[in-house]
């Protein structure tokens, strides 16, 4: 079993940053695909970014690209979400994942790719 804590949610006035932390358990840390996705109200949970296992590869969903940055650090068991000019329409709860790949597949968009989740953290951006 691999538990996931979130933390970093808060309110943000449009334009602001915020960074998310997941830090992770039980599992060696560098043997997992780690990814951010978010709810927002009313909506499916929808892919934002993923990472491989050293962080060499990164993948990110079209509303994040130029504004979000994922990375890891393997030491402290900790994936980042970094989240620069945010708008209104990123508001949502934020979920980091986990997941183990059986190749060497690592980009890992869909909700079905993850094993493991967090709690998620909440977001809001104020226009």
């Known amino acids: 079993q691999v538990q996931l804590v979130e933390s970093g949610g808060g309110l943000v006035q449009a334009g602001g940053s915020l960074r998310l932390s997941c830090v992770a358990s039980?599992?060696?840390?560098?043997?997992?695909?780690m990814g951010w996705f978010r709810q927002a109200p009313g909506k499916e949970r929808e892919f934002v970014a993923v990472?491989?296992?050293?962080?060499?590869?990164?993948d990110y969903a079209d509303p994040g690209k130029g504004r979000f940055t994922i990375s890891r650090d393997n030491y402290r068991n900790t994936v980042f979400l970094e989240m620069n000019n945010l708008k209104p329409e990123d508001t949502a709860v934020y979920y980091c994942a986990a997941g183990v790949s059986p190749g060497r597949r690592w980009e890992f968009t869909d909700n079905s790719d993850y094993d493991y989740w967090g709690q998620g953290t909440q977001v809001t951006v104020s226009s």
């Open positions: 990472i491989s296992w050293g962080g060499g590869n990164k």
């Open positions: 039980g599992r060696p840390f560098g043997s997992l695909i």
